[in-house]
């Protein structure tokens, strides 16, 4: 049987992941299903974030339908954003709102970054469990921020039930107190794909 987890601690953190935008900046495709080495971007993304964490919710919302098919067969939780069109705040609150917060911490993450590896998911997640599990925890490299994200279990709850939005600019700045920067050795937690253009670079190709 393949477990093959990356954590060595295997810490109870649940992984939100945001998988419902409307991909405009891409024109006609929705990013998410495009494949790069013959896999769609958001299984790509999901996977490596199951094989970090016993416990991932993956928040749908535009052409919710095929991005579920996409990841038939993975272990995760689909719930559905009515309001994805508002925007990614919309779909983070959403999965806050579906999340049982009852481990160490919350993972908020994005279904988009095509360099993401395991190794680096776990990193960060390691980097969280040995910094005091206090603070939000927020990758950054060469002074640029990054994601995914992590919140302590016991800040999420808060932030769920005063229903503010997780993750966005503007909380995180209000609150820089509670905020622990961790420095990340590459760029893997910066890089997306939201145009063509990047999609070309990684050899992403529609289905």
């Known amino acids: 049987m393949r477990r093959n987890r990356v954590t ?8 939100v992941v945001l998988a419902a935008g409307l991909s405009r900046r ?12 013959g896999e769609p971007l958001v299984r790509r993304a999901v ?8 416990r991932v919710i993956v928040v749908l919302g ?6 579920r098919e996409a990841l038939s067969g993975l272990d995760v939780r689909c719930v559905v954003n009515p309001d994805y069109q508002e925007g990614r705040q919309s779909t983070a ?3 806050f709102q579906a999340a049982a917060m009852d481990g160490e911490a919350v993972m908020l993450a994005l279904a988009d970054q095509p360099l993401l590896e395991e190794a680096d998911i776990a990193l960060l997640i390691d980097g969280f469990m040995h910094s005091g599990r206090d ?5 950054y490299f060469q002074g640029a921020r990054g994601n995914p994200v ?5 800040l999420a709850r808060d932030i769920k039930a005063d229903r503010q939005v997780p993750g966005c600019r503007k909380f995180i700045d209000a609150h820089p107190e509670l905020v622990h920067r961790f420095e990340v050795p590459n760029n893997h937690f910066m890089t997306d794909i939201d145009t063509p253009e990047e999609a070309q670079l ?3 190709m529609p289905q």
């Open 8 to 15: 060595t601690a295997s810490p109870d953190i649940e992984i």
């Open 26 to 37: 891409m024109g006609e495709a929705n990013k998410l299903l495009l494949e790069i080495d």
């Open 47 to 54: 996977r490596r974030y199951r094989a970090c964490a016993e």
């Open 62 to 67: 535009h052409e919710a339908d095929r991005v």
């Open 93 to 95: 609150r959403a999965g």
């Open 135 to 139: 603070k939000i925890f927020i990758p």
């Open 150 to 154: 992590i919140f302590p279990a016991s």
């Open 202 to 204: 990684f050899g992403a």
